[in-house]
């Protein structure tokens, strides 16, 4: 990872609701091509930092850049930065009253107003890598979750960002459907796409990561490659984690 | 002029004459709204049940009563019910004629929408308890529909006040005829009572439809499962 | 019945004929006042309906406090402060402007409550989604919530139209030729009571019917035909 280019920084970050910090004294470099996994137990602040990455939380303190600008600052142009940095969410958030077709056109036609059959041609062909290019024209309440979960990730991957963030893109999702989801995932993984993943499928984290970041209560634990985390972990309080896993 | 408009509300027993006229507003009112909770359960009632000629007619009357602003109707019992029985109505009655109309339509639907939205598991689950149907009906059912209904009555009845502000178009002296009189008699001494007066009568209304409602949006957030 | 039948038979309809355009101009008059007061209470109610959803200092407050004051007032009364009040101040407005400034100043507040309870409806990740994909704040109302807002608010939009053409029926108080106050006109004048009455509930019915049917079928096609079900 030494020597590679950093994508994203994070300075010292520190987030506050008021009624006590959620993450304290964050700070965390992500390279390109690199896949991160953050877990750690419920509550622990992952998907706060996540959150933080692309401005939907407010963060009372410290720093992020984006390829070297910092992007943290109360005259930043979050719509810029936000087609850099792609989001999947938990329960998906299709916008229901458009079809799949539509959903995944309204970022490129109104943010960054390509033509319509230039786009169009490409939603299709990533529609169709994901194996969903007959749904084209459904609305996502015909689709099952890990369908609507895979026009979400295409939704993201239009945009061509830089960084992709999920955030527990399988935790709503019935055990059945997790695989199609994370098959997806892994693909673009081996792609070379840069990529932040909150999740609580300790398996999929274990392929996937290149490094793992284990958080709790707001701080950075542990940070590791996952062969040595999930075999070897130095911290006392990473041990204790896997192991309430282990008893599940 | 602006600081002497205001004393007109003062003078004499005028502040009370208007709140003796809108006493007459609020009286029909409140005897409308008696009188649809009455009718009205009863309607709403009748229209639950699964007769085709029954729910036709009580269809065309509900649409009609709704769909007619609530002044086509007073004229029509006022002016007409005066030429074809003989009757000479007065505006009162008329009015507590129509509102009655109209509340019974308006609470039969609310009713027939408060007993259909309980669900048949709610019947069963009782039953399974081992109640009987009375006590059913007594701890169970009424309790619901009732909850149900409440907010959505007590919302009527604002309804009913606002709307009986009409009834002065009929000839019938309550606040707002009361307003004219007093600012008719003050036109020389007093000429701009009417900005005055006429904003009092706008409080007043106000003043009585406001904590009701708030009451019925707070019953409702209450209740809302 | 009979009585009801022996007053059909002696319906003047020569009278009813002759009087009949009177009828139509107070209809055009109502349509026409009543379409532009509810355009108005439109743009009151969305302007309303953001502020709150935005939550907009000092407008919001505004809104609350002139949502309360509309509600809980009977047209009627605000039409007399208008026509009659106003003017003592030197406000003077035609019959018109007051017709349509007091069905706005009515109807905004109900149109702020529709749009209100549509816009709380949409669920909040839909923000969220729409501006992770790079949408500005306007966009993400444009194309993402008003339009699913919009689509809740319809049924009590539609019926917000229909309650204030009804409404229109007191615009005979400042001195409007409606329908109303050519009823009234003729019963005062000629006694002709059946035929006033019977053109006067057919006119209204001419003027809502369609748009109360018209609303219930956009409102049966958005309950089973919405987004795909």
Not at chain 2, 46 to 68: A, D, G, H, Q, W
Not at chain 3, 119 to 146: C, D, H, P, T, W
């Amino acid at each position: 990872m030494e020597g590679q280019e950093k994508l994203l920084e994070i300075h010292h970050l520190h987030k506050d609701y008021g009624n006590g910090a959620v993450l304290k004294d964050v700070s965390l470099d992500i390279h390109k091509g690199e896949v991160l996994v953050l877990i750690g137990p419920s509550g622990c602040g992952k998907s706060t930092f996540l959150r933080c990455m692309n401005g939907l939380e407010q963060i009372q303190s410290g720093e992020i850049r984006l390829d070297g600008e910092v992007i943290t600052d109360p005259k930043t142009k979050w719509s810029e930065v936000r087609q850099k940095i792609g989001m999947v969410f938990q329960s998906y958030e299709l916008f229901p009253h458009m079809t799949v077709i539509n959903n995944i056109l309204l970022g490129p036609l109104k943010v960054q107003k390509k033509e319509k059959k230039e786009a169009e041609k490409e939603a299709e062909q990533l529609l169709e890598r994901v194996g969903l290019l007959d749904k084209k024209d459904a609305y996502p309440r015909q689709l099952s979750g890990g369908q609507k979960q895979r026009v979400a990730i295409v939704r993201a991957l239009i945009m061509k960002p830089e960084i992709l963030l999920f955030d527990e893109v399988t935790a709503a999702l019935d055990p059945e459907m997790v695989r199609e989801v994370l098959d997806v995932m892994l693909e673009l993984a081996k792609e070379g796409s840069t990529m932040v993943i909150v999740t609580h499928e300790m398996q999929f984290a274990r392929a996937v990561a290149d490094r793992i970041v284990f958080l709790d209560g707001g701080e950075v634990v542990e940070m590791a490659a996952p062969e040595q985390f999930f075999t070897q972990p130095e911290t006392e309080r990473a041990k204790r984690f896997l192991d309430t896993l282990s008893f599940e | 002029m602006q600081d002497l408009g205001i004393r007109v509300l003062f003078m004499g027993n005028n502040f009370i004459r208007l709140l003796g006229g809108l006493w007459i507003t609020v009286k029909i009112s409140l005897i409308s709204v008696g009188l649809s909770i009455v009718f009205g359960l009863l309607l709403g009632m009748i229209m639950t049940l699964k007769n085709p000629i029954v729910k036709c007619l009580t269809k065309i009357y509900l649409e009609f009563i709704r769909i007619m602003p609530q002044l086509v109707l007073l004229f029509l019992v006022y002016f007409g019910a005066t030429k074809s029985f003989g009757l000479q109505l007065s505006g009162e009655v008329s009015a507590v004629i129509v509102f009655t109309m109209w509340g019974t339509a308006e609470m039969g639907d609310l009713v027939r929408g408060a007993l259909i939205s309980i669900p048949k598991h709610q019947y069963e689950s009782g039953a399974a308890l081992g109640l009987e149907s009375r006590q059913i009906y007594r701890y169970i059912i009424v309790p619901q529909t009732l909850r149900r209904l409440l907010p959505l009555a007590i919302n009527l009845a604002t309804r009913m006040v606002k709307t009986t502000s009409l009834i002065v178009l009929i000839g019938v002296v309550e606040v707002l005829k009361v307003a004219q009189q007093i600012i008719e008699a003050n036109r020389y001494t007093v000429p701009d009572s009417a900005l005055w007066i006429y904003g009092c009568v706008f409080f007043l209304y106000f003043i009585v439809c406001w904590p009701v409602s708030r009451l019925a949006v707070r019953m409702e957030k209450k209740w809302e499962n | 019945m009979g009585v009801f039948y022996g007053r059909i038979e002696k319906l003047d309809t020569g009278f009813m004929a002759e009087y009949f355009p009177l009828y139509v101009e107070a209809a055009k008059l109502t349509f026409r006042l009543g379409m532009t007061g509810i355009l108005f209470s439109l743009v009151i109610g969305v302007v309303c309906s953001l502020a709150g959803y935005y939550h907009v200092p000092v407008l919001r407050q505004i809104a609350v406090v002139y949502v309360e004051l509309s509600r809980n007032t009977p047209l009627l009364v605000q039409l007399f402060f208008l026509y009659f009040g106003l003017p003592k101040i030197g406000v003077m407005l035609s019959s018109e402007g007051c017709a349509v400034i007091g069905l706005s100043f009515l109807g905004g507040s109900y149109m702020a409550e529709a749009l209100r309870s549509g816009l709380e409806a949409v669920e909040k990740g839909q923000m969220e989604s729409a501006l992770a994909i790079g949408l500005n704040r306007f966009q993400v109302m444009r194309y993402v919530i008003f339009p699913q807002a919009l689509a809740t608010s319809v049924p009590p939009l539609c019926a917000n139209v229909i309650f204030l053409i009804k409404e229109t029926s007191v615009f005979s108080v400042v001195a409007l030729a409606d329908l109303m106050y050519v009823a009234k006109d003729l019963i005062g004048l000629y006694y002709q009571t059946d035929e006033a009455l019977l053109m006067l509930v057919i006119s209204y019915l001419v003027l809502l019917l369609p748009i109360s049917v018209a609303a219930g079928l956009i409102e049966r096609r958005l309950r089973y035909a919405g987004f795909g079900d």
